[in-house]
T-cell receptor
Framework: EAGVTQFPSHSVIEKGQTVTLRCDPI?????LYWYRRVMGKEIKFLLH????????ESGMPNNRFLAERTGGTYSTLKVQPAELEDSGVYFC?????????????FGSGTQLSVL | RKEVEQDPGPFNVPEGATVAFNCTYS??????FFWYRQDCRKEPKLLMS???SGNEDGRFTAQLNRASQYISLLIRDSKLSDSATYLC?????????????FGQGTTLQVKP
């Protein structure tokens, strides 16, 4: 069974440009999460989808970030315009259920570098 | 103050050694607790959940002390393959159950 896949694995862009990250969760997982790790800091929650609905977007840094999950399948995270501080590793995760001890499966991440 | 605090290390130990990592969390409402492992440039992977009664999985033992808001991970008979970053993770558990709060991680290097 395929795991959580993310594309691209690396992206290097200039400040002011737009970048779109994609995440394909494990098939059948209704819950999809975005997390981010900036250099030297801990991994931080960005937002949570249940199917196509945003359950919690309290971690989104600002309105330059837009996440979508059309049809409740794959998700995209767009950064427009990108700033230097957006550099980091963006992880996507999915889970089947909603229990507090539910296991999250993480993708291998997208390394974003904004120059 | 960080919500989950860990000693970043690195911990450098010889093969066969026993090593312990500790973690404290600030939110007493936290309901679920985990240790994740992250290899260099890889994604975090669940190592084990942590329960108040303590739990063991092979060479790994995890303990939770709710009164002190403290979590520990003990690794016995360290292997070279145990070298990684160990992430202490809590979940507040109400509403958004996937909103994990990560510590910064503790780096372990096991030497031959």
């Amino acid at each position: 069974e395929a795991g959580v896949t993310q594309f691209p694995s690396h992206s290097v862009i200039e400040k002011g440009q737009t970048v779109t990250l994609r995440c394909d969760p494990i098939s059948g997982h209704d819950n999809l999460y975005w997390y981010r790790r900036v250099m030297g800091k801990e991994i931080k929650f960005l937002l949570h989808f249940v199917k196509e609905s945003k359950q919690d977007e309290s971690g989104m840094p600002n309105n330059r970030f837009l996440a979508e999950r059309t049809g409740g399948t794959y998700s995209t995270l767009k950064v427009q315009p990108a700033e230097l501080e957006d550099s980091g590793v963006y992880f996507c995760a999915s889970s089947q259920g909603i229990w507090a001890n539910e296991k999250l499966f993480f993708g291998s991440g997208t390394q974003l570098s904004v120059l | 103050r960080k919500e989950v605090e860990q000693d970043p290390g690195p911990f450098n130990v010889p093969e066969g050694a026993t090593v312990a990592f500790n973690c404290t969390y600030s939110n007493s409402a936290s309901q679920s607790f985990f240790w994740y492992r992250q290899d260099c440039r890889k994604e975090p992977k669940l190592l084990m959940s942590v329960y108040s009664s303590g739990n063991e999985d092979g060479r790994f033992t995890a303990q939770l002390n709710r009164a002190s808001q403290y979590i520990s991970l003990l690794i016995r008979d360290s292997k070279l393959s145990d070298s990684a970053t160990y992430l202490c993770v809590v979940n507040y558990g109400s509403g958004n159950t996937g909103k994990l709060i990560f510590g910064q991680g503790t780096t372990l290097q096991v030497k031959p």
